[in-house]
């Protein structure tokens, strides 16, 4: 089935260094969601992606939708203590070309930021 | 509308016991989801309805569970003769069901421990 990797599993950055976290997989989808958790919530949508090489920004994260429709990366600009979380991508499953409702996700990027 | 809410946000259960959960989704979504995380994963999906009309299932979803949205509004998750690997938390999500853009929006959640 459709898996999706994401890279680095966790990182520990300074108040105010930028962040680089992505998500790999080895279909393409038509979709790219990305989501952040805090402890004992559900997921928020941060971004959604819907075209390949679309770049799409939601203040100060940027993500984007890779050429090859396989790969997505999100950007933190300028991190803040309130950034700490998990953040996972998920795409719909795909079939001939279509997408289905199911949402795939990665297995997350946990975010530690240090005052 | 203040979103996807979801009751009890906290369950605990003896191990053999029936729990339901309950998911309101956003008032103008049709599409309803439900997915379980465990800890340290990303959300796996369970179910989903277009509807009251429940379009499929994963493997996941035992006969021991069930799920229903009998009138194409909230959705209820019922578990019979729990068991100790059920503890999980069970997300419900919800979305206009556009077939480009599918973008589910999370409620917070049912943190279920059985004991």
């Known amino acids: 089935g459709q898996q999706l990797n994401q890279s680095p599993q966790s990182m520990f950055i300074q108040e105010g260094e930028d962040v680089s976290m992505n998500c790999t997989s080895s279909?393409?989808?038509?979709?790219w969601l990305w989501y952040k958790q805090d402890p004992g919530e559900g997921p928020v949508l941060l971004i959604a992606l819907y075209k390949a090489g679309e770049l799409t920004s939601n203040g100060r994260l940027t993500a984007q939708f890779g050429i090859t429709r396989k790969d997505s990366f999100l950007n933190i600009s300028a991190s803040i203590p309130s950034d700490v979380g998990i953040y996972f991508c998920a795409g719909p499953r795909v079939s001939g070309g279509t997408s289905y409702g199911k949402l795939t996700f990665g297995q997350g990027t946990i975010l530690t930021v240090h005052p | 509308d203040t979103g996807v809410s979801q009751n009890p946000r906290h369950k605990i259960t003896k191990r053999g016991q029936n729990v339901t959960f309950r998911c309101d989704p956003i008032s103008e979504h049709n599409r309803l989801y439900w997915y379980r995380q465990t800890l340290g994963q990303g959300p796996e999906f369970l179910t989903y309805f277009q509807n009251e009309a429940q379009l499929e299932k994963s493997r996941l979803l035992s006969d021991r569970f069930s799920a229903e949205r009998p009138k194409g509004s909230f959705s209820t998750l019922e578990i019979q003769r729990t068991e100790q690997g059920d503890s999980a938390m069970y997300l419900c999500a919800s979305s206009l069901g556009l077939a480009e853009h599918n973008e589910q929006f999370f409620g917070p959640g049912t943190r279920l421990t059985v004991l």
């Open positions: 279909s393409i989808f038509n979709t």
